[in-house]
C-alpha cells in the first residue's frame, strides 16, 4: 500500500505551534528509563468522521492507536466516560482546561475522510494539555480504506516517537511459525501477521516442518529451515509472490538456523557435516560458502550485531550451550556467558547494545538479556518453556515462545519490554511459535 505523508502547515491548521517555540518552552516528554512505573496519562476522543462513509473507521481507528500506546505500558487511557470535553470539529481550539480538569497529559485529536473514490484521508494532532501547546505539526495520512489499521499504526507510531523521543514499532510484521493438531503430530507452517496479531496469512503450507523463520534486512525475503527433503535445508522465500528457492550446500548435508548479514547479501548459518556442526556464511549471489569455526562441539545459532562486524552464537565447546562473540570473519571467540545453566539462541539488538538469549536454569526457562561483553546480564521471564527472543525494531520490547506445560500443552507468542515489565500474550487464536521481528514498514 502507497502513502502520502504530509506535514501540514500551520496557515493550514489555523493554530499550530511552531517546532521552536515547543522546543524552547520544553514540550512533554516522557523518559523511557527503569524507574517509569507509573504510565503517562492521555486522552484519545474518538477521531471525527468528516462523512458518515468515514465513521466506522474513525471509530476502529481510535481504537487501534489506544490499543497501541496502552499496551506498551508506558501510556494508560483515559475512558472516554470521563472525558469531560468533547471534539466535535478537528479544526476547533482544543478547551485545555477541560482535559487539565481530568489529568490528561497528553490528547491527540484526529479527523477522517473517505472520498467517492475510496481514498481514506487520516488527520491528526498530539497535544502537550498542562502546556497548552502542541506537541510537532499536524499530520495527514492517505490511501486506500483497506490500510485503515496501517494508518492508526502510523499515528500511533508518531505519537509514540514524539513523547518518548525514541523510535517506534507499531506498523511492524511478525512473521512465525503457525502450529496445529495434537502434540505428537503437530503441523507447522509460515504465517505472517501484524506486530499485534491481527492479519494473519500464511506464506507455506502445512506439508513438512519449518522451523526459524528470519527477516532480511529489507524484510521482502525470509529464510527458514524445511525438513521437506527429509532432513534439514535452508530455503529463502519471496513475501510478496511466496516463491522460494533452496539454498544448495553440499550434498549429504544438513544447514539449519540461518539468518541474514545486515548487507542482505550474505546468510550465516550451522552446517552439519561427518558429524560436526560449525558455522558457515554463505554469499546469496554465487553461493559461495566460507567456513567460520572448526570445532568438535556443536556450533549454532548465529546473529549479527548491527554493522555486520561481529557474531554472537551458541556453543557447547565448554561442555554446556554458552553464548560467544567472534568477528565475522571468523577466527577467535570471546564467551560472554557465564551464569549457571543453558544458554542458547542468542539476537543481537537492532540498537547494538544488548544481545537477548533463551536460560535454562534449574528446571526453568527464562528469557533475558546482557551486554554484549556479558555484563549485567537480567533475566526477563520464566515459565515451563520459554525460548525464541525476536527484537522489536525499536530494541526496546522483545518477543517471544512460550509453550504450556503437559500434552495439552500449546505454544503461543508473548512480548515483555527490556525492564521485565508489561508481560503480554499475542492475541492469536491459533498456536505459534519461534518469532521473527521485521522492522518497521516503508
Known amino acids: 500500500m502507497k502513502y502520502v505523508l504530509t506535514l501540514l502547515s500551520a496557515i493550514f491548521l489555523g493554530f499550530a505551534a511552531p517546532v521552536a517555540a515547543q522546543e524552547r518552552d520544553g514540550p512533554l516528554r516522557i523518559e523511557i528509563t527503569e524507574g517509569v512505573i507509573e504510565p503517562l496519562p492521555y486522552a484519545v476522543p474518538g477521531f471525527v468522521a468528516d462523512t458518515a462513509a468515514a465513521a466506522q473507521h474513525a471509530q476502529n481507528i481510535t481504537q487501534v492507536i489506544a490499543a497501541d500506546l496502552s499496551g506498551t505500558g508506558l501510556f494508560r487511557e483515559i475512558p472516554a466516560s470521563a472525558h469531560i470535553g468533547r471534539i466535535t470539529n478537528f479544526a476547533s481550539p482544543v478547551q485545555f482546561p477541560d482535559w487539565k480538569a481530568i489529568n490528561a497529559q497528553a490528547l491527540i485529536v484526529g479527523g477522517v475522510s473517505v472520498d467517492g473514490a475510496g481514498q481514506l484521508t487520516v488527520r491528526f494532532r498530539l497535544y502537550d494539555v498542562f502546556a497548552g501547546q502542541e506537541i510537532g505539526q499536524g499530520l495527514q495520512l492517505q490511501g486506500t480504506v483497506d490500510g485503515w489499521r496501517r494508518m492508526a499504526h502510523k499515528v ?13 514499532y507499531f506498523d511492524s510484521r511478525v512473521v512465525f511459525v503457525a502450529e496445529s493438531g495434537p502434540k505428537d503430530n503437530r503441523q507447522k507452517q509460515l504465517a505472517i501477521m501484524d506486530y499485534d496479531g491481527a492479519n494473519v496469512s500464511y506464506l507455506t503450507d502445512a506439508s513438512s516442518i519449518v522451523l526459524a523463520p528470519r527477516f532480511s534486512p529489507g524484510d521482502d525475503q525470509v529464510l ?14 519471496d513475501v510478496a509472490s511466496a516463491g522460494r528457492r533452496v539454498l544448495e550446500t553440499q550434498q549429504g548435508t544438513m544447514s539449519f538456523a540461518p539468518r541474514f548479514a545486515p548487507d542482505g547479501r550474505t546468510v550465516v548459518f550451522s ?10 556464511t554463505m554469499d546469496i549471489g554465487s553461493g559461495r560458502t566460507t567456513r567460520l569455526t572448526s570445532a568438535p562441539s556443536i556450533e549454532t545459532a548465529p546473529s549479527f550485531s548491527p554493522d555486520g562486524s561481529r557474531i554472537v552464537f551458541e556453543s557447547d565447546r565448554s561442555g554446556l550451550p554458552q553464548l560467544y562473540v567472534m568477528p565475522a570473519s571468523g577466527g577467535e571467540a570471546q564467551r560472554i556467558s557465564f551464569g549457571q545453566g543453558r544458554y542458547g539462541t542468542p539476537v543481537w539488538s537492532p540498537r547494538g547494545d544488548l544481545v ?60 515483555v519490554d527490556i525492564t521485565g515489565r508489561n508481560l503480554r500474550q499475542v492475541p492469536l487464536e491459533i498456536g505459534a511459535s519461534d518469532p521473527s521481528w521485521s522492522g518497521l514498514q516503508k
Do not use: C
Open 271 to 280: 552446517l552439519t557435516t561427518g558429524g560436526n556442526t560449525d558455522l558457515y
Open 224 to 237: 527458514y529451515t524445511s525438513y521437506e527433503s527429509g532432513f534439514p535445508k535452508i530455503y529463502v522465500l
Open 356 to 415: 537477548a538469549f533463551t536460560k535454562q536454569s534449574k528446571g526453568r526457562f527464562h528469557i533475558g538479556v546482557m551486554r554484549t561483553d556479558g555484563s549485567e546480564e537480567r533475566l526477563l521471564t520464566a515459565s515451563f518453556l520459554d525460548e525464541g527472543p525476536t527484537w522489536a525494531p525499536n530494541g526496546r520490547v522483545i518477543m517471544f515462545t512460550r509453550e504450556s506445560q503437559g500434552a495439552q500443552g500449546q505454544a503461543r507468542l508473548y512480548s
Open 156 to 168: 500511533a507510531d508518531q505519537v509514540y516517537s514524539r513523547l518518548t523521543g525514541e523510535d517506534a
